[in-house]
């Protein structure tokens, strides 16, 4: 397999920070083995753990006031591909990358699997785009893609929907990502069943062409670029949707789309119960859909939502098994320190969740004891994990300080001077 940043120079890094790792490693061992906990068996399930990059993410984002491009951003798949497997060659925690098609088209998907599989990668579920024109594109998307009045622009939508699955084949993928950006600004704009039904037989086309072993996720999202009425605006619809569909569809919970102080831990228990967590956009919000870094603004959230997952595969075994994916904007930081800063904050809430001790949570809910409930649960979000990750990542040959190693690496340097800048960098406008 080939490292983008040389192999020396990730251990010279780990060797400087050995010895303080290890001593915090076995402060820390000690410590939850008085708790009953064996560190190794942690480190082993952080070492297992993966969520997968989103391939938009590794250009700088922006909002719809500006975007201000970063040095060497990558021009095209395959240069973010680079970007991705120097993420996952320093956390080892995000192996997989989802595209976004038309963004990450190319001629030859074959050459792209390669790449991919030469730094260890592989695809997860692809997304398409039926949110914004592409040109020569010959139905407009302005008044809806899947949800569309006219019927040859619901066809076009649908196709490009296909053209996806056949690509990600291609690719070695295993699901479709379906977020539309349909909707009404205004109160009449929409029968809003009509348009809901439209949907429906959109995607039952999509669902019909889905392999075998393929899941398609529906994302829904609260508001926004509708600002009056979202078609799929909720996990109730799309529950519903994802039930009316059939088994292979799922629902897919993107941190940053429901109203602010939504319960989302309790969205994701509800969705487990019933069999349609399909899986996570993660990223952290203030406001809305800000798609800020994981973990940046609540991070508790972040451990009770890993809670719930915990508590789901306990319940349901090794067939429980949704997709992680980050999906975030990046408009003030280097999208790739980013990344990897996130991807260890998702692992970090994982493995707390693994912490916390299910039989003394289950003996306080039993007894009405609401305060010793909380408390299991914050003494294991209080833990700072921090060097169960870092021993993690050095086991499996990733860097003790990502962020650390990167910078020392030089390699945002070296792509400013390999991809000089250019207009218009797609993919990496405002998500
Ligand atoms: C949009 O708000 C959603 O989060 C989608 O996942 C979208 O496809 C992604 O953000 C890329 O634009
Ligand atoms: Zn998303
Ligand atoms: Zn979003
Ligand atoms: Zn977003």
Avoid at 141 to 159: C, V
Avoid at 356 to 366: K, M, T, W
Avoid at 392 to 407: K, T
């Amino acid at each position: 397999m080939s490292t983008i940043i040389s192999g020396e120079r990730v251990a010279e890094h780990n060797a400087q920070l050995r010895a303080g790792l290890d001593a915090d490693y076995e402060a820390l061992g000690g410590m939850l083995a008085r708790r009953g906990i064996d560190i190794e068996h942690l480190t082993a399930a952080a070492q297992d753990f993966a969520v997968a990059v989103p391939s938009w993410g590794v250009g700088t984002g922006g909002t719809r006031f500006a975007r201000f491009p970063g040095r060497g951003e990558p021009r095209n798949v395959f240069e973010k591909m680079d970007d991705c497997a120097v993420i996952h060659q320093l956390t080892q925690a995000t192996p997989g990358v989802s595209l976004h098609f038309p963004w990450d088209r190319t001629d030859d998907p074959k050459a792209l699997r390669q790449q991919a599989e030469s730094h260890g990668l592989y695809f997860d579920a692809v997304n398409s785009n039926t949110f914004q024109d592409q040109p020569g594109q010959q139905h407009s998307y302005k008044y809806g893609s899947l949800t569309a009045q006219n019927a040859a622009t619901r066809a076009q939508a649908i196709q490009h929907n296909i053209d996806c699955i056949e690509l990600g084949r291609t690719l070695g993928s295993k699901a479709l990502t379906v977020w539309i950006g349909d909707g009404a600004n205004f109160p009449g704009q929409h029968n809003l069943r009509g348009a809901l039904e439209r949907y429906l037989s959109s995607m039952r086309e999509i669902y019909a062409a889905l392999p075998a072993d393929w899941l398609m996720f529906i994302e829904h999202k609260l508001f926004e670029p509708a600002f009056y009425a979202t078609t799929i605006a909720d996990w109730g619809t799309s529950f519903a949707c994802a039930q009316t569909l059939g088994e292979k569809a799922r629902c897919l919970v993107d941190l940053g789309h429901h109203a602010p102080n939504t319960n989302i831990e309790m969205i994701v228990a509800r969705l487990a119960q019933f069999g349609k967590l399909g899986g996570f956009h993660f990223n952290d919000s203030k406001y809305g859909d800000d798609d800020l870094d994981s973990g940046s603004i609540n991070p508790f959230q972040l451990f009770l939502v890993f809670n719930e997952l915990a508590d789901a595969a306990q319940r349901d075994g090794a067939a429980f098994k949704p997709a992680y994916m980050l999906d975030q904007s990046h408009n003030v930081t280097d999208p790739i320190e980013s990344l990897m800063s996130s991807a260890v904050e998702v692992q970090r809430a994982f493995v707390q969740a693994q912490m916390v001790d299910r039989v003394a949570l289950r003996v306080h809910q039993e007894a009405n004891d609401a305060l010793q409930s909380a408390q299991t649960l914050k003494q294991a979000y209080r833990t700072d994990v921090s060097a169960i990750l870092a021993m993690a990542r050095v086991r499996s040959g990733g860097a003790i300080d990502p962020v650390g190693c990167y910078r020392a690496s030089g390699y945002r340097a070296q792509a400013a001077e390999a991809r000089p800048a250019k207009a218009g960098v797609s993919g990496s406008g405002i998500v």
